[in-house]
């Protein structure tokens, strides 16, 4: 309609305010606060869909699934690789290329990801190193001084300025009304610039509702993340055996001492089970502490029982056995014996056979534990074997392990370093739609009503900036006088002669004046609203 016409660049100015906004988040590079990160391709690990010299943008995500083709820094290389994640587990990324037949060796962590697959450009970064050459580059800073030359020309400069600087000037205008009131002192004018703000913001809320809305409902609303349940199994040893004087510090052998059996041969053997988990419940299982002596040459192999199976319940239990060294001293001395092969040193090692089953955070969990304690005999005694324990203490050991499974959880879009969930960026989209084109239902009927009841005024709120008010018309009597239909061809008439509208108000009757070309154009609105013509004796008078 020809009465929201002063309005339409208000609208205007929100839709490329918001656009312009929606292109710097989205394509802009993250290290100047946008969310691209922009791969050239220089491999062919990743065809058939994707080839050398593609240009890849990337927008880094909250969370990472198998089947995602993602950037990630590769610490072992230190570059980057654009390959496709294949598995997932304790945190790390397994990373295979389309085109390979083997997985990457380096698997990163979700921080080192940086971005998945948004956008693939062919041939783009071909394009991009191509301008890189020196001299394209040389070129392309002789164009550009070119043109910065031409803007010496006071004529093309002025031109030039006015086409490239016009909307981005109104855009400033209409947030500058938005934070600094009108000034004018006519209250018609201020009413006007206060619709304009009003068309300003509420289409600004409209347009940046309609592109959040449309990101937001591009993605699900709840994703499948891979939930993994960690949880650590400790085991402790003990031994320890009285001793006569003289070869220890004390009469009482402790644990890493070596174990003679010419001076004991009842040692005590302590386990003790701990099961580190949270939310574990009704965990129960059951252990059976052995004593195995092996010859690891050939094979052989006693296992002698310290404690029979045993059931157990919680998250811990301990067991204590005696262990009889003479006894496994007889085993090998009977073996030795009976096959006539020797071997210099033998392994006596306990288990202590733990199965464990239960429940973690509600999900079923069976598990084993078997760590060892291992000594060497070589017909004299029994040492503590460290041999592969470098910096650890055999005598404890921990095995951390974890609960693999799914959930489902709200998706989320990561705008500039925080996530927001995607079902609540749809309700704000919606709810920022319904605000914003209700206001602007109202503005609309708004001016309807005061087109229908007060024309005089709208004719102020629609052309005051343009508009002069007179107290008596001191326009020249001898130009012809041409009737106009309507207030919107008055305002083309000015804009064409670029003149103002003089307005004189005789007493509820308002005349408006356009001088172009020679010609006088009037229009004039009655205090009835509806009559449009020259009063009676007008022309003649002024002619």
Partial sequence: MHMFRRFRPSLASAFWMAAMAALW??????????????????????????????????????????????????????????????AEGEGRFTLKGDNNTWTDTYQPTGDEIIGKLWLRIPKGGKVIQAIRQPAVMALIA??????LALGWFPARAKSRKQMNNHRLAAIKQKVQNVFRP?????????????????????????FSSLILGIVAFSRPAARIVSNEIGYDQLGFFAYSAQAPQGVYDANTLKNGDPIFPNLTCTVDVTFQYTLVAMQAENIA?????????????SGWQRTIVLQDKTPFSGNAFGVNAKLDLCKVEKLIQDMEQSTDFRSGSYLLTISPNIEVNGQLAGRSFDTTFNPALTFRYDHVHFYLLKEDATNEN????????????????????????RDFAVPALRWIAMLGLVISLGGLAYLAWSIQTLAQRDPAQLARIRYGAQMVDVSNTALPLSNPVVEIGSLDDLGKLAERFQTVIWHTDRGGTHTYDVQG???????????????????????????
């Fill in 25 to 86: 988040l989205f394509f802009v590079p993250v290290r100047v606060g946008g969310m691209a990160s922009y791969i050239i391709v220089i491999g062919n690990s990743m065809e058939p869909g994707f080839h050398i010299g593609d240009l890849i943008v990337t927008h880094e995500e909250s969370t990472y699934r198998v089947g995602d083709a993602v950037v990630y820094r590769n610490g072992e290389l230190e570059n980057f690789v654009f390959h496709r994640i294949i």
């Fill in 285 to 297: 299982g059951a252990y059976q502490l052995t004593a195995s002596i092996s010859e690891p040459t």
């Fill in 394 to 417: 055999v005598l404890n050991v921990s095995i951390h392990g974890a609960l693999s499974g799914e959930r489902v959880e709200a998706n989320s879009l990561r705008i500039l370093g």
């Fill in 517 to 543: 070309g020679g010609t006088l154009y009037r229009l004039v609105i009655s205090a009835s609203k509806t009559e449009s013509a020259v009063p009676e004796g007008e022309a003649e008078e002024k002619s």
């Fill in 142 to 147: 002789g164009a550009l001084g070119g043109f």
């Fill in 182 to 206: 009108a000034s004018s002192n006519s209250s018609s004018s201020s009413q006007g610039v206060l619709f304009e703000t009003g068309f300003f913001v509420l289409g600004l809320v409209a």
